[in-house]
Structure formats: C-alpha cells, structure tokens
C-alpha cells in the first residue's frame, strides 16, 4: 500500500486533502440550510426546497461545460477561478438576510461547484496511472467523508440551523484551498501533462459523442434516479426530522446521522470496494440504487432513533457503492481526450438534486412531517426507477466490450 501511496502525484494529495477541508467546512452549513430557512426565516416547506433545489438547478445547467472548458483551455485555469468564486459565494452566504440573497447565493454555489468538481475529478484521471486510479478516487471519496464526519457536529455547535456565521469559516478555508492549489500548479509545472486544444472536442460534436454513446446515455438516466433519492438525505430528511412530532431535537439528530453517515463510509468503503471491484462496473450501481430506495422506505416506517439509525446505515453501503464506482465507470467508459467532457455531462444527473428538495418539499406540504409514510414512498419508489436503465447499461457495456476485446482474449 505505501509503494502505491507514494506513487500518487502531490498534486492529487492536494486536491484530496483540500477535498476534506472543503467538505468539513461546508457540512458544517450547507446541510443546514433546509432548517435555518424554515426557522429562521419561517420559509414554507416549497420555499425551502426551491431554494435548496437551486443550487443544483444551477450546476446541472453549466456542470457539461465546466468539463467541456477544462478540456478546452485546460484544468489549472477553471479550477483557480472556479476555488476562489466559490469562496466568495460562502461570504454570500454569510452576510444574508433575506431569502432571495439565499435563493441567488446556493445558484452561485451550483454553479461553482459544477465547474471546480468534474474539473478537479478530470485532473485526478490526467496525472494518475490507469493502475492506481481506483485508489485514487477511492481516497477522495474517503477524504469527503472525512470530512462529513466532523462537520455537521461542529456546525451544529457552532449553530448552523441559527446562524450563518459558519459560512464566513468556508470562505475562508476555500481561500486557503485556493492558494494551495495555485503553489502547487506552478511547482508541479514541469509534471503536468500537456493538454492540446487541437484534441478537445467542439461544443457540438461532444454532444453528439455523449448523447450518441449507448452506454453512457442509460448510465446517465439511471444514476439521475440514484443521486434523486441520495439528494432526498440532505433537504427533505432534515426538514421531516426538524418537524417530526416523532423525534425530539431534530435538528441534533439530524447532525448525528450526518457524521454517522460519514463514520460508516470510513469503515466500510474498503472492503466493501475490495468485494465489488472485480465485478462488473454497474453491478454495484444497481445494488446501490436498490439499497438506497429501501433505506429510504425505512425511514418513511421508523417510529425510533434505532430505526433511523439502521436506515441511515443501509443508505450509506447503498451511497458508498454508487459513487465510489461512478468515477471508475466513466473513467472506463471515456475515451482520454474527452474525459473533462464526460466528468461534466455526468453532472447532468442531479437532475435528480434538483427534483428531490423540490418533490420533499411538496410531499411535506401535503402530508405533513406525521405522515412519514406517505412522504418517503414516493420517495423510495421513485429512487428505485434508476435499475431498469442501469441494467440496459450493463447489458450494453458487456457486449461492447466483447465486442472490442482482442481476438486471441476470446479464444
């Protein structure tokens, strides 16, 4: 493990690293901002989740061209660009005091995290050799977690759902990043590979090469789905609980299953990767999807915290094998020169983001946080439409690469 450790490139530690600080500090806040509009400000449950469900309106909309850009003019520039806005939409944030200044502050973060994100992810698959790429990613994936775990208790001290003082903390952290990552672009200069405009693809013809790919296509369909019911953790979760006559203190809960969340990806993410890895690439997305759409169920039933907690639990294996592969899986499917423009067309799935605070929201609305039922079966139900796509999927990247496999492999 240290022969493989020390082959990474020091500027993927850095984006690793910074991933975890970043995370720490916007779980400390953004998690939160479901219930400081609703108490704070006394947003209705469909205001709130319009707001919440801007942010990925807003990077669906631009995450296509922040790959596509990156692979036009090159990683260093977006991602400085798009590390250090983004640290000013946290001061935003900070300084808001009415519901529109949130409204237009998460679109400003939608749109930064869906440019620095695929860019950053893009980089990752340029300076990392094909044999430690599931590493990689899986570190990432790790550091994020890392930094969830931490985050949402810290910010519940610090009072997240009261204040947005946590924010001016992100600000400042993603300012840090920032300068981090600029030392290190002009140290690593000379280790970078080059990056050609000539072998980007245009505008149209990436399009039409992600729209055309047969594989891709349902992938991209399906894991709408998945992130549709993981996006439903963060917004409608947080509002049941902070109004559920079931549970008292929502709020703290809600910030425990945060960081148990996190706790329980650190603990399982390796074997669990280790079990899954030699298995075909969508198998663990189709378990994924199921595991999450049946958490979900459980929690529209739990009536305790032991209840919730297992929930929590199974969504987390689901959670962990969705998106530790997703990387691998459209690293696999790319080719070289396009995968800034895949990174980002992939975005295109929190569509699902977007839907998820939204249909909470009315849910909520309309049922109201007694009902847990009737609010987390549409919910469960919904998610679970992801498989049927992923399975046209697996299908289809088997025979694909049957069918490109070298003569003598199939002999």
Same mark, same amino acid.
């Given at each position: 493990?240290?022969?493989?450790?020390?082959?990474?490139?020091?500027?993927?530690?850095?984006?690793?690293?910074?991933?975890?600080?970043?995370?720490?500090?916007?779980?400390?806040?953004?998690?939160?901002?479901?219930?400081?509009?609703?108490?704070?400000?006394?947003?209705?449950?469909?205001?709130?989740?319009?707001?919440?469900?801007?942010?990925?309106?807003?990077?669906?909309?631009?995450?296509?061209?922040?790959?596509?850009?990156?692979?036009?003019?090159?990683?260093?520039?977006?991602?400085?660009?798009?590390?250090?806005?983004?640290?000013?939409?946290?001061?935003?944030?900070?300084?808001?005091?009415?519901?529109?200044?949130?409204?237009?502050?998460?679109?400003?973060?939608?749109?930064?995290?869906?440019?620095?994100?695929?860019?950053?992810?893009?980089?990752?698959?340029?300076?990392?050799?094909?044999?430690?790429?599931?590493?990689?990613?899986?570190?990432?994936?790790?550091?994020?977690?890392?930094?969830?775990?931490?985050?949402?208790?810290?910010?519940?001290?610090?009072?997240?759902?009261?204040?947005?003082?946590?924010?001016?903390?992100?600000?400042?952290?993603?300012?840090?990043?920032?300068?981090?990552?600029?030392?290190?672009?002009?140290?690593?200069?000379?280790?970078?590979?080059?990056?050609?405009?000539?072998?980007?693809?245009? %505008?149209?013809?990436?399009? +039409?090469?992600?729209?055309? #790919? !047969?594989?891709?296509? /349902?992938?991209?369909? $399906? =894991?709408? @789905?998945?992130?549709?019911?993981?996006?439903?953790?963060?917004?409608?979760?947080?509002?049941?609980?902070?109004?559920?006559?079931?549970?008292?203190?929502?709020?703290?809960?809600?910030?425990?299953?945060?960081?148990?969340?996190?706790?329980?990806?650190?603990?399982?993410?390796?074997?669990?990767?280790?079990?899954?890895?030699?298995?075909?690439?969508?198998?663990?997305?189709?378990?994924?999807?199921?595991?999450?759409?049946?958490?979900?169920?459980?929690?529209?039933?739990?009536?305790?915290?032991?209840?919730?907690?297992?929930?929590?639990?199974?969504?987390?294996?689901?959670?962990? %094998?969705?998106?530790?592969? +997703?990387?691998?899986?459209? #690293? !696999?499917?790319?080719? /070289?020169?396009?995968? $800034? =423009?895949? @990174?980002?067309?992939?975005?295109?799935?929190?569509?699902?983001?977007?839907?998820?605070?939204?249909?909470?929201?009315?849910?909520?609305?309309?049922?109201?946080?007694?009902?847990?039922?009737?609010?987390?079966?549409?919910?469960?139900?919904?998610?679970?439409?992801?498989?049927?796509?992923?399975?046209?999927?697996?299908?289809?990247?088997?025979?694909?690469?049957?069918?490109?496999?070298?003569?003598?492999?199939?002999?």
């Amino acid at each position: 493990m240290k022969q493989y450790l020390r082959q990474i490139h020091p500027l993927a530690w850095t984006i690793i690293v910074g991933t975890m600080f970043g995370r720490l500090v916007t779980s400390m806040s953004i998690p939160f901002l479901s219930i400081y509009l609703t108490r704070v400000l006394e947003a209705t449950p469909t205001q709130t989740g319009i707001t919440v469900a801007v942010s990925s309106l807003a990077g669906v909309m631009v995450s296509f061209y922040g790959g596509y850009i990156s692979d036009r003019i090159g990683r260093k520039i977006v991602m400085l660009i798009s590390v250090f806005s983004w640290a000013g939409v946290f001061f935003i944030f900070s300084a808001a005091e009415h519901l529109w200044v949130f409204f237009v502050a998460n679109t400003l973060n939608g749109l930064c995290r869906a440019v620095f994100e695929p860019t950053s992810r893009a980089l990752l698959s340029d300076i990392t050799s094909p044999q430690n790429k599931l590493l990689v990613f899986n570190l990432r994936y790790a550091a994020i977690n890392l930094g969830v775990v931490f985050g949402p208790i810290i910010g519940f001290q610090l009072g997240s759902s009261e204040s947005t003082f946590p924010f001016v903390i992100s600000g400042m952290v993603y300012i840090a990043y920032g300068l981090v990552l600029f030392l290190q672009f002009k140290l690593q200069h000379a280790n970078l590979p080059e990056r050609h405009q000539t072998t980007a693809p245009r %505008l149209r013809e990436a399009l +039409m090469t992600t729209g055309r #790919d !047969r594989v891709f296509l /349902p992938v991209l369909i $399906g =894991t709408t @789905f998945c992130v549709l019911g993981y996006g439903h953790f963060s917004s409608t979760l947080a509002q049941y609980l902070a109004r559920s006559p079931i549970f008292e203190n929502g709020s703290q809960m809600f910030s425990y299953m945060l960081s148990l969340n996190a706790v329980t990806v650190l603990i399982i993410q390796y074997p669990l990767v280790r079990t899954f890895r030699n298995l075909p690439p969508l198998v663990p997305l189709i378990v994924g999807n199921l595991l999450v759409a049946t958490s979900l169920m459980m929690v529209g039933i739990a009536e305790g915290v032991l209840m919730m907690m297992m929930s929590v639990i199974l969504f987390t294996i689901g959670e962990v %094998l969705l998106f530790t592969m +997703m990387d691998m899986l459209i #690293d !696999r499917i790319a080719k /070289p020169e396009w995968k $800034g =423009t895949y @990174f980002g067309t992939i975005g295109f799935n929190n569509i699902g983001s977007v839907i998820a605070p939204v249909m909470g929201g009315l849910l909520l609305s309309q049922f109201g946080a007694e009902n847990g039922l009737a609010v987390f079966v549409p919910i469960a139900l919904t998610t679970a439409l992801g498989v049927p796509f992923l399975l046209i999927a697996h299908r289809r990247l088997v025979a694909r690469e049957k069918e490109t496999e070298p003569t003598s492999l199939r002999m």
